[in-house]
């Protein structure tokens, strides 16, 4: 990252010489996910409805092409000697991604860590993305409230270099516990079709009688469990899953899954880009904000979930409008001090 480093000092030192403003129309975002994943596809949209609504140079969306610390480090280097001087980042790694956050933060661009935190310290403003711990442990409060009394569930996640994952799990065991049922297995490191084809549909295969519920905590997992479970025909098997993809919610509209937890990218996407721009423009972030704390950093801002069923599964769009509305009318004072 030196190259780019130096890059951006000597834009730093330019606008410094000619006393430029940082205005709006100079905020370049990008919004870098770790890899390709469904999750982030509404990030494309959120930037370019925030580029359109404050006026912002650009608010691109620009992904790795494999899921790999090195390609991300690699996009993030080309995309600052293309002149964005703002990052939007899902960490790679939540603690190997911390010297690249603070490479570019040296160069005075901001960096908000987005939908994932990176380990603190970091120099990272803060980390705006899902509660997910609180996501998993509500999701399996929901499960195991349709469950009845039945206590065997299982559980398959994402990616286990996701910064989400280890808190997900340790959600689930604690909603689980706290109910007197038992996780009778976690599938982890699934969070691509290939992977979660294979290991759910074998699991269900051998397995299927041993377990009353299944709760997934990531994208793909969630749609293949779906897929599974209207493929045997199984509505003993409580589902909870995540996010909104078309398999998920048509399989609660027929009953095969009781309900999803939806996250807001879109929200964390438009808000992130607001936020990056007001900060390239002398805001500063509050030091007394009042940040949440989860595992990895004590800067954290949720962005919002809340759980669907099939009575509201028609208009879950409109709910998560109105958290990304309610989160956004306030954020600024809240969260941030412009003169």
């Not at 899954?257 to 936020?275: C, D, E, H, K, R």
Request: aromatic residues 8%; negative net charge; charged residues 20%.
């Amino acid at each position: 990252m030196t190259r780019c480093r130096e890059f951006m000092a000597a834009v730093a030192a330019a606008m410094l010489m000619t006393g430029a403003a940082a205005a709006a129309e100079d905020t370049k975002v990008a919004l870098v996910p770790g890899g390709p994943h469904p999750y982030f596809a509404a990030w494309e949209k959120a930037g370019q409805d925030a580029a359109r609504d404050f006026k912002l140079g650009a608010a691109d969306y620009k992904v790795p092409q494999k899921w790999e610390l090195s390609q991300q480090n690699e996009l993030l280097e080309s995309l600052v000697t293309q002149g964005y001087n703002a990052f939007l980042i899902f960490p790679g790694d939540p603690v190997g991604s911390v010297s690249t956050a603070g490479e570019l933060a040296d160069t005075g661009a901001p960096v908000i860590a987005t939908a994932g935190c990176l380990k603190d310290p970091s120099k990272a403003a803060f980390c705006l993305g899902t509660d997910v711990g609180n996501s998993a442990y509500i999701g399996t409060k929901e499960l195991l409230k349709a469950m009845g009394g039945k206590k065997r569930i299982a559980h398959f996640t994402g990616f286990l270099v996701d910064p989400n994952t280890q808190l997900r799990i340790d959600a689930v065991e604690k909603a689980a516990k706290e109910e007197g049922a038992q996780v009778v297995q976690v599938i982890a490191d699934i969070d691509a079709p290939e992977p979660a084809e294979e290991k759910i549909n074998a699991y269900l295969a051998a397995h299927a009688g041993e377990v009353d519920g299944i709760v997934t905590t990531a994208w793909v997992p969630a749609v293949v469990s779906a897929n599974a479970l209207r493929k045997i025909g199984d509505k003993r098997i409580k589902m909870v899953g995540i996010d909104h993809d078309e398999v998920v919610l048509k399989a609660i509209k027929d009953g095969f899954v009781t309900g999803t937890m939806l996250q807001n990218p879109y929200g964390q996407g438009y808000i992130g880009s607001f936020a990056a721009d007001r900060l390239r423009s002398g805001c500063t972030v509050k030091a007394d904000a009042p940040f949440k704390t989860n595992a990895l950093t004590a800067k954290f801002i949720d962005s919002g979930t809340v759980f669907v069923d099939a009575s509201q599964v028609d208009t879950y769009v409109g709910a998560m409008q109105g958290i990304t509305k309610e989160l956004m009318a306030t954020f600024e004072k809240t969260y941030l001090t412009c003169k």
